[in-house]
């Protein structure tokens, strides 16, 4: 079973940037698919960016694209989401995940997700 750790919330203003770090432990991830998502107060948790095994395959929620960057460092088991231009409407929790299946595709469904981290806040004010 492997364990996520998120890390680098906070609060920023608008305009601002944020870096966003998962380390997972308790097994090698570099073979898994890796996302992140992020559930605002009241709304269901959503997709936000996903990247293949290899790095070399993103996607990405319409709202953050051109301004979130997802990437990977495989041989420290680390996925990181740099997050630039924020809005208001960024402030969530943020969970990075780790894909059921090896090998796979960006994957933007929170079903192929099958180990999640606790969650780090991201707050950002007008």
């Known amino acids: 079973q492997v364990q996520l750790a998120e890390s680098g919330g906070g609060l920023a203003q608008a305009g601002g940037s944020l870096r966003l770090s998962c380390a997972a432990s308790?097994?090698?991830?570099?073979?898994?698919?890796m996302g992140w998502f992020r559930q605002a107060p009241g709304k269901e948790r959503e997709f936000v960016a996903a990247?293949?095994?290899?790095?070399?395959?993103?996607r990405y929620v319409d709202s953050v694209k051109g301004r979130f960057t997802i990437s990977r460092d495989n041989a420290k088991n680390t996925v990181s989401l740099q997050m630039n231009s924020l809005k208001p409407e960024d402030t969530a929790v943020y969970y990075c995940?780790?894909?059921?299946?090896?090998?796979?595709?960006?994957?933007?469904?929170?079903?192929?997700?099958?180990?999640w981290g606790q969650g780090t806040q991201v707050t950002v004010s007008s």
């Open positions: 995940a780790v894909a059921r299946r090896t090998w796979g595709l960006p994957y933007t469904t929170r079903s192929e997700y099958d180990s």
């Open positions: 308790g097994r090698t991830v570099s073979s898994y698919s």
């Open positions: 990247l293949n095994w290899r790095g070399d395959y993103t």
